[in-house]
């Protein structure tokens, strides 16, 4: 999870939080949190704007959005001073992947007096992740994934009988 807006100084009128976890019967369903806490002293209207990254299909969620592409929006009724509001919703991916997605808020005093914009993320991991679903991007078969001891004499380029490490065998 990712905060925007936590600096302590410059406060948003508007604090967005964003949560995502795996479900525990169903590893291709991810359930997304959104909470929507108003700071300032006067009521706030917010529309918020989610992207689903490619991959992800909305099933359900706790308050209908307007589907913009794969973007999921949101327009709140009045969220009085110091009160929260949550959205919830479920999406299913159709391959394994890491999905990164962010919401904005867009939130607007009603009395007129100004507003603010937040940003908040979240990032899951579905099954094994050999790619990430957003651009089809794969890493490279460099063989990283396989460790081997390497002596810091060798590091060092010395070229001597790796003092450093017992275990080696060069």
């Not at 989610?50 to 589907?67: C, T």
């Not at 005093?109 to 990430?132: I, R």
């Not at 590091?155 to 790796?162: K, L, P």
Request: charged share 20%; proline share 4%; with cysteine.
């Amino acid at each position: 999870v990712m905060q925007f807006g936590w600096l302590g100084c410059c406060r948003p009128d508007m604090l967005l939080e964003k949560q995502a976890r795996i479900d525990a019967v169903d590893g291709r369903l991810i359930w997304y949190r959104i909470l929507l806490q108003n700071r300032a002293n006067v009521s706030l209207a917010a529309q918020i704007t989610d992207s689903l990254p490619v991959g992800l299909q909305l099933l359900n969620a706790s308050a209908e959005p307007q589907m913009e592409g794969q973007n999921l929006v949101w327009v709140t009724t009045a969220i009085p001073a110091g009160q929260r509001r949550f959205i919830e919703y479920r999406v299913q991916a159709a391959q394994n992947g890491r999905f990164v997605n962010t919401a904005r808020v867009q939130a607007h005093a009603l009395d007129g007096s100004g507003g603010g914009m937040a940003a908040a993320g979240a990032t899951v991991t579905v099954g094994e992740a050999t790619s990430y679903a957003e651009d089809g991007w794969k890493p490279p078969e460099w063989g990283l994934d396989r460790s081997e001891v390497i002596c810091d004499d060798e590091i060092a380029g010395d070229g001597g009988s790796c003092s450093s490490c017992p275990s080696c065998s060069c």
